[in-house]
């Protein structure tokens, strides 16, 4: 694969899934707030894409709060798509998932007919035209009244606002390994590891400035584009495809919230 030649490995997967508890700021919060922001009924029987879903967390808090959705999962990582498919198996059919390649933009035709694209921590590996290309493609595939929300890291323009990020994600990172951890373990291997970007630049990794996606967002047909959620370098930024009526019962923020935690299993032993 063109990502792995680029460096990404089944053992970065794995310290991935290590450090990911600490080193990605509020991940409740954003995994709620991608959530929440979906434009569908609460018993909707919609079909959503993930891209680089991982483990599948986020899959499975939109198929607990949507419980007539379907999610057709992509990643590149074979262990990834084995801890999710096991992890995700009692769902039957309602969740598949599938290798692809980010890199290799021949994956948008899969997406023809879906409703949703979402995606955490995944479209930053592409380059500007590439993302510019692949927010293209997706809203040609998507349905009417469909979405596409992404979390990801973005790229400061200003060397203050890049000592911003460095300093606010090994923050946010030293406090969550308090918090979930009880200790600075999380803190280390995330310095040992040199994961903040903003610091340890790498060649795979290829964020673009967040005002420049949202005009790449709607030059691609996108309505009601905005940034919806901003921390530590990392956004949650999308927009709707014209067309569908609006939702009539929202699953909403703190429902989304509440399934996330029991999901993520915050605040049990």
């Not at 599938?98 to 479209?123: N, P, T």
């Not at 970007?197 to 967040?210: E, G, T, Y």
């Amino acid at each position: 694969m063109e990502a792995q030649e680029q460096g990404w490995t089944e053992e970065d997967s794995a310290t991935y899934q290590k450090l990911a508890v600490v080193a990605v700021p509020e991940r409740e919060e954003q995994i709620a707030t991608l959530v929440s922001l979906l434009p569908f009924d609460r018993e909707a029987a919609f079909t959503a894409v993930e891209l680089g879903s991982g483990e599948g967390y986020l899959s499975e808090v939109v198929l607990e709060c949507f419980p007539n959705a379907s999610v057709l999962a992509f990643d590149g990582s074979a262990e990834m798509r084995s801890v999710a498919s096991e992890r995700l198996s009692r769902f039957g059919e309602r969740f598949k998932i599938e290798e692809f390649d980010i890199l290799d933009l021949g994956w948008i035709e899969r997406v023809h007919g879906a409703d949703c694209v979402i995606s955490s921590l995944c479209v930053h590996h592409l380059g500007g035209e590439g993302k510019r290309a692949m927010f293209q493609g997706v809203f040609e595939q998507l349905t009417p009244g469909g979405a596409l929300i992404i979390a990801d890291l973005v790229d400061p323009q200003r060397p203050e606002a890049l000592d911003l990020f460095a300093q606010t994600w090994d923050r946010e990172t030293q406090r969550r390994s308090q918090e979930r951890l009880g200790n600075d373990e999380g803190m280390r291997a995330f310095q040992e590891t040199e994961w903040n970007l903003f610091r340890h630049p790498d060649a795979m990794d290829r964020p673009s400035p967040l005002f420049d996606q949202l005009l790449w967002l709607r030059e691609a047909g996108f309505e009601a584009v905005d940034c919806f959620w901003l921390r530590a370098g990392h956004a949650i930024y999308g927009g709707y495809k014209p067309g569908g009526a609006p939702p009539a019962e929202l699953v909403g923020f703190e429902a989304a919230l509440a399934v996330t935690n029991r999901v993520l299993k915050i605040g049990k032993p």
